[in-house]
């Protein structure tokens, strides 16, 4: 059976690449190190963000101590908001992968932009929806995927660019999903022995990428 990515992007929804612009300085903005935890799961919320420099992590935590990857942000997307909504806890972590700078957008924040921008109520809809989706298939997968597994399904979920190259280092793929430099390497070059990757400098090339999805979906 096939299996369904875990990242999640705005472009995957078909909104405007600028959607979330209103946001940028709508809220308090703040700078974090790399590595900083944005908010934990089983927190209140009492806003959401906007990223608006760097690249932030979210997980799940399992009480055994593993973490799921859930998704990995980067600079204009939004994140938190389901809980800035429902007004439950957290139902995952976010952490930084890099520095990055945010804007925390609370209830007046929000309301101003709905204000001057009334189109953001349905594109939020829209991503909420989005984001529903991604959470039940994670309920949905009731295993880990092998290292290997895990690197190739994130490298799939990371493309979004036209010309099928993702910009990272092995450190900052082996600290999103919990796994040393030395495995992603190993892994890479292995991919890119079999021709699926090209690797450069702080990039990965995708090759292949129907042959990347069907090595994940095996079983």
Request: proline share 4%.
């Given at each position: 059976?096939?299996?369904?990515?875990?990242?999640?992007?705005?472009?995957?929804?078909?909104?405007?690449?600028?959607?979330?612009?209103?946001?940028?300085?709508?809220?308090?903005?703040?700078?974090?190190?790399?590595?900083?935890?944005?908010?934990?799961?089983?927190?209140?919320?009492?806003?959401?963000?906007?990223?608006?420099?760097?690249?932030?992590?979210?997980?799940?935590?399992s009480t055994d101590g593993n973490e799921r990857l859930l998704?990995?942000?980067?600079?204009?997307?939004?994140?938190?908001?389901?809980?800035?909504?429902?007004?439950?806890?957290?139902?995952?972590?976010?952490?930084?992968?890099?520095?990055?700078?945010?804007?925390?957008?609370?209830?007046?924040a929000l309301e101003a932009c709905l204000i001057e921008t009334?189109?953001?109520?349905?594109?939020?809809?829209?991503?909420?929806?989005?984001?529903?989706?991604?959470?039940?298939?994670?309920?949905?997968?009731?295993?880990?995927?092998?290292?290997?597994?895990?690197?190739?399904?994130?490298?799939?979920?990371?493309?979004?660019?036209?010309?099928?190259?993702?910009?990272?280092?092995?450190?900052?793929?082996?600290?999103?999903?919990?796994?040393?430099?030395?495995?992603?390497?190993?892994?890479?070059?292995?991919?890119?022995?079999?021709?699926?990757?090209?690797?450069?400098?702080?990039?990965?090339?995708?090759?292949?990428?129907?042959?990347?999805?069907?090595?994940?979906?095996?079983?």
């Amino acid at each position: 059976m096939e299996y369904q990515y875990e990242y999640f992007l705005s472009q995957s929804l078909d909104l405007p690449e600028d959607v979330w612009q209103p946001f940028a300085k709508a809220g308090l903005v703040r700078r974090y190190p790399r590595g900083k935890l944005l908010y934990a799961q089983g927190e209140t919320a009492e806003c959401f963000y906007y990223l608006r420099a760097g690249r932030i992590k979210t997980y799940l935590s399992s009480t055994d101590g593993n973490e799921r990857l859930l998704t990995v942000y980067k600079q204009g997307d939004i994140l938190g908001e389901a809980a800035f909504f429902d007004g439950q806890p957290r139902v995952s972590s976010a952490q930084l992968l890099t520095n990055a700078e945010v804007a925390a957008i609370d209830r007046p924040a929000l309301e101003a932009c709905l204000i001057e921008t009334p189109s953001l109520i349905f594109s939020l809809l829209k991503y909420l929806s989005g984001t529903v989706r991604m959470l039940s298939t994670h309920l949905d997968t009731t295993s880990f995927l092998p290292a290997d597994k895990r690197i190739v399904r994130l490298l799939l979920n990371m493309d979004a660019r036209s010309d099928h190259t993702i910009a990272g280092t092995h450190e900052e793929i082996g600290y999103a999903l919990g796994l040393s430099r030395v495995t992603v390497s190993r892994v890479l070059n292995a991919l890119a022995k079999k021709g699926w990757v090209a690797l450069g400098y702080r990039s990965i090339r995708l090759l292949q990428r129907d042959a990347l999805k069907a090595y994940i979906s095996e079983p």
